[in-house]
């Protein structure tokens, strides 16, 4: 191989591997000390609660997932605190309306928007951002996923210092991992889409698109 082709791959490889360890560890660092799940009675009173998207079964095997399962039980928990003024069960349409369902068969009885917009991580934040400008804030996922909510938050919102999280449990199927290693991936591109300035995925406008439950 021509050594200035070689060395021309090494440059690039140590860079894109740089970028992918340096993203990763920013990304997370958002979350430290944000994550109400283990200290519950710091939930800010008349808190919105952003539940992020995910689909209710497996697309190949029908099987419950694990991971909707642990984020309904980590809200619905919340919501038993009390402080927790509105519901946000964000996704897609099928993910938002399956959501707020599984809620209200938990006994929440919290009002519930639903933002069947939230095809990505970045546009249920913008969204929220939007609607929400001087609330608290606080997005329910995994830990990982909440982490890049909450990056994505101090970057796109000018309230970020009220966006907080609280976790689910990370679950012990295979797919937990999976999803886990995807979010891996999924952190460096929130920084090159910050980076970029990308818009949301849809066309409705970010301070509008919320629909009333039931």
């Known amino acids: 191989m021509n050594p200035i082709l070689r060395r021309t791959i090494l440059w690039v490889s140590g860079l894109l591997s740089a970028f992918f360890v340096i993203s990763n560890?920013?990304?997370w660092s958002a979350g430290l000390g944000r994550d109400l799940r283990t200290t519950p009675q710091?939930?800010?009173q008349d808190a919105v609660l952003v539940l992020l998207g995910v689909n209710e079964?497996?697309?190949k095997t029908g099987k419950?997932?694990?991971c909707f399962k642990l984020r309904i039980s980590a809200a619905a928990e919340l919501c038993r605190s009390g402080k927790i003024k509105l519901v946000v069960t964000s996704g897609l349409n099928d993910q938002a309306r399956t959501m707020a369902d599984r809620l209200r068969e938990a006994g929440v009885t919290t009002p519930i928007v639903l933002d069947p917009y939230g095809w990505r991580t970045l546009d249920s934040v913008k969204r929220a951002a939007a609607v929400f400008p001087d609330e608290s804030i606080i997005y329910v996922s995994q830990?990982?996923?909440c982490d890049r909510a909450l990056w994505l938050a101090d970057r796109l919102s000018t309230n970020h210092y009220k966006a907080l999280s609280y976790s689910a449990d990370f679950g012990h199927e295979p797919t937990a991992y999976f999803n886990f290693l995807r979010d891996c991936l999924a952190k460096p591109k929130a920084?090159?889409?910050w980076l970029m300035g990308a818009k949301p995925t849809t066309t409705v406008d970010v301070a509008h698109g919320y629909?009333?439950?039931p």
């Open 191 to 193: 920084v090159i889409d």
């Open 42 to 44: 710091q939930v800010p």
């Open 64 to 66: 419950l997932s694990e």
């Open 211 to 213: 629909k009333v439950y």
């Open 57 to 59: 079964r497996d697309e």
């Open 25 to 27: 560890v920013w990304v």
């Open 143 to 145: 830990g990982w996923h």
